[in-house]
């Protein structure tokens, strides 16, 4: 099979890590792609975004599958003109994919659909939030309604900043805060089918005691050893299978991965946000776990064969990933620097994510910019095998957080 990855990060090098494993797989692509993908994989040169650019290399390579990684060439429509170029992809289309790139149809289609979720307002003017504000009181919740990059959401104590937030964004939703904590859920669907995989979670905030300001993720671990007994059914049973079925009601069948950020309240799961891609850094515990060869799995949510798969099996044990970042990541990364230490371990790896091959050498290309996935029989030692390695990387001015999985 050949498959061509799009996408330039972490979750990417997982995904493409993970399709190299697979003995189905014959050639590996992937576009952009960074320095370490480059190990692994053809990298070819062309704008993720870019529709027509990536239907015509994935025609030219001969692909068997397409597998779109990051949120904004789905919302593009990248996945549409793969799939109308006769190749299979793994990716919902533009429409569906506004499930992610849109917070307001994703609270329509939840409210629709029954699924259990914070009650919103979506708002566009001043007066209108400040209603919402005052209706759901403190903490406040101001989400941007279209793709921000992560930087969409404020969750603020402060009317003022809270209000301040609302006027920057041309429409906002509002909502009530959820208490509780966080689980990522990711699902896998063909347009009906839909199956869960491991659930795991994720470190948002920057800094260690979830301090500082919300990031795309600094770290991850999955299995969770305390989550509730049949919380994936459940999940399943009330969230995801509701969400899939609303959707091909619509006429948007859902094919890819639904990504479920939920929080565990005192009154049961609900959703925080849905995504339409994968989870970056979960991805790479997630994957690390999978046993079951990826791009069968792909290759049957993008052909609408799901429901002919063998149930997914998973590796004992635990997956724990350390999200190293660039200094004054994630105001302003600074850009440039070289790596070292990057040489696995017995029991760690190093997936990268922003960065690039200059002269020989490893540099660093962005905020987030490389992962540590560390495993082990247990979660400590999955946690302690992933800080060995994170202590041997070398990048000027790096900062990680030293509580993941803790
Ligand atoms: P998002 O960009 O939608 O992932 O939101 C970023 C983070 O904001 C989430 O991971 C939560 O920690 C927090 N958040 C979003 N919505 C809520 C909510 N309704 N209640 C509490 N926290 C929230
Ligand atoms: N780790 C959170 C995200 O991928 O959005």
Redesign the pocket.
Known sequence: MRVLVIGSGGREHALCRSLKLDPQVSELHCAPGNAGIAEIATLHDVVPTDPRQVAELAGRLGADLVVVGPEAPLVAGVADAVRAGGIPCFGPGRQAAMLEGSKAFAKDIMNAAGVPT?RSRTCTTREEARRALEEFGAPY?V?DDGLAA?K??V?TGDLDTALEHAEACERVVI????DGP?VSLFALCDGSTAVALQPAQDF?RAYDGDEGP?TGGMGAYTPLPWAPDGLSEQVMREVVHPTVDELARRGLPYNGVLYV?L?LTSKGPKV??FNARFGDPETQVVLDRLETPLAGVLMACATGALAHQPPLTYREGSAVAVVVAAENYPADPVKGDVITGLEPTEHAYVLHAGTAAKEGRTVSAGGRVLAVVGTGPDQESARNNAYELVGRVRLRGSHHRTDIAR
């Open positions: 914070a919740v989400k992560g969409g959401v969750v909502e009530e805060f959820l966080e948002k919300n950020g929080a925080i946000e």
